[in-house]
T-cell receptor
């Protein structure tokens, strides 16, 4: 199956700093990627849809100025958590769409101290 | 409001038995439904996709059914093994979009 990578897998940052997470589709091109966050023992919550070459579409309640998404190429989307706070600590997962199927990255564990 | 429900309680079964997981939804008209497996600290792994006009789909020891009248999908693992222990998520594709809404997942534990 298709492979999606994320980097970094874990990151610890201080409150007030920004963190960038990369999502890459390794063996296919993805015009659409998605960003999710997942709290412990909860389901994946869609944050935004990332479209190559255009602005991301954010879900209701997600601050677009706080979670900056860039989809600069058909294989790379980035999520930047700006001015991170402890409540942003979570598991962030990206996925890339290949036809009707979504393939997920391994996730990034963000801890804000 | 739109809702997807999976049995939030853990499901424990004996090795070799068939595990059956349920996904119920309300107020959706999904074009298709997917099942994923998620291990702790990892991203979901795609297992099976079933379309609204399909009743059943199989892949090795896995079987998925989709009843759009009952608004329910069942996910079966036959001859279960301890390695099948994980959380299983169902996801509905919103018609007209490529967005997915996920259920809360059911944690399956297969006992040796």
């Amino acid at each position: 199956g298709a492979v999606v990578s994320q980097h970094p897998s874990r990151v610890i940052c201080k409150s007030g700093t920004s963190v960038k997470i990369e999502c890459r589709s390794l063996d296919f091109q993805a015009t659409t990627m998605f960003w999710y966050r997942q709290f412990p023992k909860q389901s994946l919550m869609l944050m935004a849809t990332s479209n190559e070459g255009s602005k991301a579409t954010y879900e209701q309640g997600v601050e677009k100025d706080k979670f900056l998404i860039n989809h600069a190429s058909l294989t790379l989307s980035t999520l930047t958590v700006t001015s991170a706070h402890p409540e942003d600590s979570s598991f962030y997962i990206c996925s890339a769409r290949d036809h009707h199927e979504q393939y997920f990255g391994p996730g990034t564990r963000l801890t804000v101290t | 409001s739109q809702k997807i429900e999976q049995n939030s309680e853990a499901l424990n079964i004996q090795e070799g038995k068939t595990a059956t997981l349920t996904c119920n939804y309300t107020n959706y008209s999904p074009a298709y439904l997917q099942w994923y497996r998620q291990d702790p600290g990892r991203g979901p792994v795609f297992l099976l996709l079933i379309r609204e006009n399909e009743k059943e789909k199989r892949k090795e020891r896995l079987k998925v059914t989709f009843d759009t009248t009952l608004k329910q999908s069942l996910f079966h693992i036959t001859a279960s093994q301890p390695a099948d222990s994980a959380t299983y998520l169902c996801a509905l594709a919103i018609s007209g979009t490529y967005k997915y809404i996920f259920g809360t997942g059911t944690r399956l534990k297969v006992l040796a």
